[in-house]
Nanobody, 124 residues
Framework: QVQLVESGGGLVQAGGSLRLSCAAS????????MGWFRQAPGKEREFVAL????????YYADSVKGRFTISRDNAKNTVYLQMNSLKPEDTAVYYC?????????????????WGQGTQVTVSS
């Protein structure tokens, strides 16, 4: 069982930066792949980024590539999403998720555990 708690969301102006954190409970965190997803009002949830169990593989949605960076610290049971050059269209609730497979996936249904989400609002 893994419990995930996101933090770091907030209101920022376009062009600004935020760093989201996702703290995980459980001794098996280091074996899980982690993903970030987001959902804007009236839209479906979409994939943002993933990182495999070791941190050696990352993958990003085209919409955030070059602006967002996912990383993890297995000693702290935490995964991060550094978001730079934020745009109003990045406004959404951001969720972290854990995948027991360890490799990571872009489909939400491949993830077994989800956090409660953190709101990110980017003003123009």
């Amino acid at each position: 069982q893994v419990q995930l708690v996101e933090s770091g969301g907030g209101l920022v102006q376009a062009g600004g930066s935020l760093r989201l954190s996702c703290a995980a409970s459980g001794r098996t965190f280091r074996s899980y792949a982690m993903g970030w997803f987001r959902q804007a009002p009236g839209k479906e949830r979409e994939f943002v980024a993933l990182i495999n169990w070791s941190g050696g593989r990352t993958y990003y949605a085209d919409s955030v590539k070059g602006r967002f960076t996912i990383s993890r610290d297995n000693a702290k049971n935490t995964v991060y999403l550094q978001m730079n050059s934020l745009k109003p269209e990045d406004t959404a609730v951001y969720y972290c998720a854990a995948d027991r497979n360890g490799l990571g996936a872009t489909r939400g249904y491949d993830y077994e555990y989800w956090g409660q989400g953190t709101q990110v609002t980017v003003s123009s």
